[in-house]
């Protein structure tokens, strides 16, 4: 199953700054080294944001649940990177209540079939 309304996925700007690509963040420091060698930059964080909304239209969810915020699925699938690299992400969605499109919670490197 993919995730719903996957065309619409809102990634945000302050998600990929503040949190994916910020090295000082307390949760996202490794999030932000892993991503910045592979070629993802603060000043085109938009790149960052496309691949991983590229990413979750070809994944299938591998995990959906339904929580008091709302849908929460898991999204295992391959990364394309500025790096030329392709790597293996998993990343989290909610559709939050009363809401049709997900947004991105987070993201991180992941092996499939771990």
């Known amino acids: 199953m993919q995730l719903p309304n996957v065309d ?10 503040g949190y994916l690509l910020n090295p000082l963040h307390p949760d996202g420091a490794g999030k932000a080294q892993f991503f910045e060698a592979m070629g993802f930059r603060v000043d085109q964080w938009n790149v960052l944001a496309n691949a991983l909304r590229d990413m979750a239209k070809k994944a299938q ?54």
Do not use: C, F, M, N
């Not at 996925?9 to 998600?15: D, L």
């Not at 969810?61 to 394309?80: A, P, Q, R, T």
């Open 8 to 17: 619409a996925a809102i990634v945000s700007q302050e998600k990929i700054i």
């Open 61 to 114: 969810i591998v995990h959906g649940i339904d929580s008091s915020h709302g849908g929460k699925y898991i999204v295992d699938g391959v990364l394309e990177t500025p790096s030329g690299r392709k790597v293996t992400v998993r990343s989290v969605w909610i559709v939050d209540r009363d809401e049709s499109v997900p947004r991105l919670v987070t993201a991180y490197p992941h092996r499939l079939g771990v």
